[in-house]
């Protein structure tokens, strides 16, 4: 996945400059954040796909639509993933925090 270990690749070397007490937690959110992003990429594809809905049988007269798997999933996932990023925001070092735009433009803010 190319996006995956590009994004992966910039963000270490953006959070380079953390303090090294913060470095572990810094490379375990940037881990869990190329993690989600490879698995959301899988899902908006299945999305694009085949929908958000699907049909469902409860019997034999019950049926429907409802909500897919994949998107409930998708929706988890993302919510993980925007927490990841606060995350990371918080432990920018300084000098990198006034420059925001470079991980802005990583993290696709």
Do not use: W
Not at 37 to 45: D, F, I, P, T
Not at 59 to 74: A, D, L, R, V
């Amino acid at each position: 996945m190319a996006t995956r270990s590009k994004n992966f690749e910039a963000l270490t070397k953006y959070f380079s400059g953390v303090p090294s007490g913060k470095k572990a937690l810094a490379q375990r959110l940037i881990d869990r954040e190329s993690f989600l992003l490879g698995e959301m990429l899988k899902c908006e594809a299945n999305i694009r796909e085949n929908g958000v809905k699907e049909t469902y049988q409860n019997g034999e007269n019950q049926f429907g639509y409802k909500e897919s798997t994949e998107f409930k999933c998708y929706i988890a996932m993302q919510k993980n993933y925007i927490q990841i990023i606060r995350q990371l925001s918080e432990i920018l070092p300084e000098e990198a925090a006034e420059e925001l735009d470079e991980f802005e433009r990583i993290v696709g803010l």
